[in-house]
């Protein structure tokens, strides 16, 4: 079945720093790719998303790039800050399954002054 | 413009009773996801609904149904509560005629089984 796996948290990085977060994925056909992120006390909001192999998804500085050949999505961000602190999540939706996402078990980020 | 909506934040149940969730999806939205976040874990589909009907089944017991009314929003029912019940549920909510992407999610409620 599809599955999804990022690397264990927690992540702890001084304000500045770069961030990378690994995140692999099983799946068969080709789909799409998210990145979610969860802000305590709050639901999910989307990050970023591709659709397509080497496709590069953008947002608030962030980056992850479809990579079909390796599987992989990593999250990337240059320049982190204290309010980028918060559970990060990779997730997929696969051919025929448009609705339904599967996710990984989420990476927390502690950014610290 | 507001955004999905779920009612109650928090509940506290018991093993064995009943339990109803509600979403009110985004406006706009005609298709709404639920989703369980159990702690320290990521969300794990249960069911999707559209036009009123269940469209796409996750690996839920049936103690886990749904429903949706006509003006989009949706309720969670859980029925014979046991204490891995516990957790964080979701309501997303997205349109059909673009791909259900992307999906937006409420803050969720958490239920909590004594």
């Known amino acids: 079945g599809n599955s999804v796996t990022q690397m264990e948290g927690p992540v702890t990085l001084s304000e500045e720093a770069f961030l990378t977060i690994n995140c692999t994925y099983t799946a068969t056909g080709y789909p799409s790719l998210f990145w979610y992120v969860q802000y305590p006390g709050e639901g999910l909001q989307l990050l970023l998303k591709?659709?397509?192999?080497?496709d590069k998804g953008s947002n608030k500085g962030f980056e992850a790039t479809y990579r079909k050949e390796t599987t992989s999505f990593h999250l990337e961000k240059g320049s982190v800050q204290v309010s980028d602190s918060a559970v990060y999540f990779c997730a997929l939706s696969a051919s025929g399954t448009a609705s339904k996402l599967t996710f990984g078990t989420g990476t927390r980020l502690q950014v610290t002054l | 413009d507001a955004g999905v909506t779920q009612s109650p934040t928090h509940l506290i149940k018991t093993r064995g009773q009943q339990v109803t969730l509600r979403c009110s999806p985004k406006s706009g939205h005609d298709t709404v996801s639920w989703y369980q976040q159990a702690l320290g874990q990521g969300p794990q589909f249960i069911f999707q609904?559209?036009?009123?009907?269940?469209?796409q089944r996750g690996n839920f017991p049936d103690r886990f149904s749904g429903h949706q009314f006509p003006n989009y929003s949706s309720e969670l029912n859980v029925n014979a509560l046991l204490l891995g019940d516990s957790a964080l549920y979701l309501c997303?909510?997205?349109?059909?005629?673009?791909?259900?992407?992307?999906?937006?999610f409420g803050d969720g409620t958490r239920l909590s089984i004594l």
């Open positions: 997303a909510s997205s349109r059909r005629d673009r791909d259900y992407q992307p999906q937006h």
């Open positions: 609904y559209y036009e009123e009907e269940e469209r």
């Open positions: 591709a659709t397509k192999a080497d």
